[in-house]
């Protein structure tokens, strides 16, 4: 029997979703009743996409794989750097252990990625769309050969970037990943599958939480869902394939925001011409916000007087430090260049923003969903779905991590990921398996 994985990150698919009962989502419960479950899976911290998607490929947290956020601050050049759309890194840069695929592929599997966080660049990955948001950047990285290989096939990847950036497009965005997803399941059926849906994210940040509009991009991403499993059972692939739904996080109530960049102007800590040449600057992981003091000479009269600024403000739930840092899984200074002084935990309804115009530190924004809180936070949790021969039927695990789930593929391939920060999900597996 062939060994293969389709895995399908759900954006922001909180676990509370997976028995409620106005979220129709009929070939997800399909799944879900074939297989094994949980909707109390921990994410990594920040609760954010870029991050939680890595520990998702790699099995670790972020102070072993080295992806922090999706902003940060290159502590080398004093710059805002983005992970956020693969726009500023490629994945063999960034990325310190091997992924998934990386084992896969080391093995001799054939592996793609659709709209995978950090990917662009991936040396490992037969086929291979990044996420990203600019038209640009998926033709100077996309495969040309794959690219036009799509385009032939009357697949609109002129689009792409387009409907990536617009939220009110997602669904079409979204579409255009199942539709890539079909062709290779046709064409080439690769062993690894990974893709990643992002309309229920964006749907839950511009309309809020249980929403119509979240119900409806759920329902919807189910459709496609329903039609890859229809593609699978038309290229007699169903029975040798395990097909996992998870998601990197869940969300929470928002509809205010903590500007700490608009403080930091205040106290005249921030150069809005120069960003690089402040004192300390903030940027924002959606519930938290990473810290850097820049002024290496003042730094520790401005440590006591950063941490003080921020913890006046009543919505700051929590100021860490660096000796905080290895209980949040995140990295010292001297191990990684983005790490940062402090992080800034905000409680919902507020978020962190990293705008710095105007002159309110606190004030309402349009927005009505985040996430990148505490992920041991109840509306934080993601959820997990295995079905496929390996897994038991019907059958709840209590609680897991997003780092089980690349030990847990790896196993169900037959390979082993080593070093990790997760465990193989023993409880769901029957016991006989490929090793």
Request: proline share 4%; glycine share 6%.
């Amino acid at each position: 029997m062939e060994r293969r994985v389709i895995m399908i990150c759900i954006d922001g698919m909180a676990g509370y979703y997976l028995h409620d009962s106005q979220c129709k989502m009929p070939n997800l419960h399909k799944l879900l009743q074939s297989g094994v479950h949980s909707k109390n899976v921990t994410t990594s911290y920040p609760s954010s996409t870029w991050i939680a998607n890595t520990s998702i490929v790699t099995g670790v947290h972020a102070d072993k794989h080295g992806v922090l956020g999706n902003w940060v601050v290159d502590r080398h050049t004093k710059q805002v750097k983005q992970f956020f759309g693969d726009r500023d890194f490629n994945k063999e840069d960034v990325v310190k252990v091997p992924t998934i695929y990386d084992v896969a592929h080391d093995n001799q599997l054939n592996t793609a990625a659709l709209c995978w966080p950090v990917t662009r660049g991936a040396e490992k990955l037969d086929w291979n769309i990044p996420e990203f948001y600019e038209q640009e950047l998926f033709e100077e990285w996309v495969d040309e050969g794959f690219w036009n290989e799509l385009k032939q096939a009357g697949l609109p990847v002129e689009q792409y970037g387009i409907w990536s950036k617009d939220h009110a497009r997602g669904p079409m965005q979204d579409w255009l990943t199942t539709e890539i997803g079909k062709h290779l399941l046709k064409n080439h059926q690769p062993e690894v599958l990974l893709m990643h849906y992002l309309t229920a994210d964006s749907f839950q940040h511009d309309y809020g939480v249980q929403t119509p509009e979240a119900y409806w991009a759920l329902e919807y991403i189910d459709r496609m869902i329903g039609d890859l499993i229809q593609t699978l059972e038309e290229q007699s692939l169903l029975e040798e394939t395990h097909i996992l739904l998870v998601s990197d996080h869940g969300f929470s109530k928002v509809d205010q925001v903590f500007a700490p960049n608009v403080l930091f102007k205040q106290k005249g800590w921030l150069n809005e011409a120069e960003p690089e040449k402040s004192d300390v600057i903030a940027v924002s992981n959606g519930g938290s916000g990473y810290i850097y003091i820049l002024n290496e000479t003042k730094k520790e009269t401005l440590r006591e007087e950063v941490k003080e600024a921020l913890q006046s403000y009543g919505c700051v739930e929590h100021v860490y430090e660096a000796d905080a840092f290895e209980s949040l899984h995140l990295p010292q200074e001297e191990e990684n260049r983005f790490t940062p002084d402090f992080v800034c935990e905000v409680s919902a309804p507020y978020f962190v923003y990293y705008g710095s115009e105007g002159e309110d530190v606190l004030s309402d924004h349009p927005y009505r969903g985040m996430h990148g809180f505490l992920p041991a936070k109840e509306d934080l949790k993601a959820l997990f779905i295995g079905a496929g021969p390996q897994f038991k039927p019907n059958q709840e695990i209590e609680s897991m991590s997003t780092v089980d789930i690349a030990p847990t593929i790896a196993r169900l391939l037959g390979l082993d990921m080593k070093n990790t920060d997760g465990r193989v999900l023993e409880e769901g597996l029957k016991q006989e398996s490929f090793l």
